[in-house]
């Protein structure tokens, strides 16, 4: 699976303040996936949540601009603020 | 280009890294010079940042690399500190020291949650200068007194390694260190300002390789801070200016232990980075003060940063 486009764009800019490249924005998507996917899949596992790749997606942007030294820390905060953010 | 990078990030309790640093209130030892004795209020700042020039990594995300990844930067690390004594006449600044170098930094991502970090500075400065209202102080009270010059330059290495448990609950981080100077002419001059050069009033120092051993621990986060223990020792040289030839040099283990509580790393809109409770004991590390041992000061200190 790769994250939705239109998700990376938002996770790219917020990063460079910038578009970037297309191979650019795919290697900052694939790097998220490979950084982040895992740990947000086993946090929302545990919320009890099945996510669409859409939410996995926006979750995967927002932990790249989390804080935090792990990326299990960065992947938690985000799975939880989506959580909080549709009232479940 | 420019951008920061979270490589080798300096301890909280590193002594004087290159950023924006207040300790206040804080106490200190009396000086070596000082007019009136005991123990006094002396508060410290320190204005500094390590600028980033540029960095390559094998990822295009920004902070730490991840398993398997790599990242390597470039920086400029300038920064100025000043200690002042409220307790003398005229409240006397009693050291500024300012340092601007060049430095390597590296990353590696061993695991997710492990990584090694290397440090190399090829090549910095330091120079420090005592206070104009001190050294007056200090001529009115020792005719023999002598106004040194301490200023160097050197290059160091640092090798860290950081792990963190089970998503930041715990994190550890463990380092040493060292500096050594270019050139054989030492910490300072051999001779005062305005002596011919070939004076050779001062003997130069010789034991110029400083070790350093680091440790931080980061707890918890509590809200919007974790606490953290971080302690920084260093076998710092005494400075002997007077010394026969031939006399040795003695070293002393030179510690601050800093405890209190920091923004998680990567955080956003906060300046206020950390706040702590600041403890050093050992060699002066001020200037030509550095020929006091067994100095000491305390205080609480505020690190802030963007």
């Known amino acids: 699976m790769a994250y939705e486009a239109k998700f990376v764009l938002l996770g ?30 086993d946090a929302a596992r545990q919320a009890g949540l099945v996510l669409s790749d859409e939410s996995r997606s926006i979750i995967a942007m927002m932990a790249t601009m989390a804080s935090g030294a792990s990326p299990k820390t960065k992947a938690g905060q985000a799975v939880r603020a989506y959580v909080e953010y549709r009232g479940m | 280009m420019f951008r920061d990078l979270p490589y080798y990030e300096p301890l909280m309790a590193e002594p004087r890294a290159a950023r924006v640093e207040l300790t206040l209130p804080a106490f200190a030892k009396q000086f070596p010079h000082s007019d009136k004795p ?23 995300l920004d902070g730490r690399v991840g398993k398997g990844k790599w990242g390597l930067g470039l920086w400029t690390p300038v920064s100025f500190h000043m200690i002042e004594d409220f307790k003398d006449e005229s409240a006397p600044i009693v050291d500024t020291d300012y340092r601007f170098g060049t430095m390597v930094k590296f990353q590696y991502g061993i695991k997710d949650d492990l990584w090694l970090g290397v440090k190399f500075v090829p090549w910095a400065h330091e120079s420090t200068h005592l206070g104009d209202e001190y050294t007056i102080i200090a001529q009115l009270r020792d005719a023999n007194f002598k106004r040194v010059n301490p200023s160097f330059e050197y290059h160091e290495y640092g090798i860290s390694i950081e792990k963190v448990f089970d998503g930041d609950r715990l994190h550890l981080i463990a380092r040493h260190g060292g500096i050594n100077l270019w050139g054989k002419d030492g910490y ?74 920091a923004a998680p790393e990567g955080t956003r809109g906060i300046p206020l980075k950390a706040f702590y409770l ?19 000061t305390v205080g609480l200190g505020f690190i802030f940063g963007v």
């Not at chain 2, 005991?38 to 295009?60: C, D, H, Y």
């Not at chain 2, 600041?278 to 000491?296: E, M, T």
């Open chain 1, 12 to 41: 790219f800019f917020s990063q460079n303040q910038t578009a970037g490249t297309l191979q650019d924005r795919e290697q900052f998507g694939d790097d998220a996936f490979n950084r982040f996917d895992q740990h947000i899949t």
């Open chain 2, 38 to 60: 005991g123990n006094r209020f002396a508060w410290q700042i320190t204005l500094g940042r390590e600028l980033p020039i540029v960095g390559v990594r094998s990822e295009k």
């Open chain 2, 188 to 261: 300072y001059s051999d001779h005062l300002l305005g002596e011919a050069k070939d004076a050779h009033t001062l003997t130069p120092s010789e034991k110029n390789y400083e070790p350093s051993f680091g440790f931080e621990v980061r707890g918890r986060q509590i809200r919007s801070r974790h606490p953290f223990a971080s302690v920084d020792t260093r076998h710092k040289l005494i400075y002997a200016f007077d010394r026969a030839p031939g006399e040795s040099e003695q070293q002393q283990w030179s510690m601050k232990f800093a405890a209190g509580l």
């Open chain 2, 278 to 296: 600041h403890y050093y004991r050992g060699v002066n590390p001020y200037g030509q003060l550095r020929a006091q041992k067994d100095f000491w």
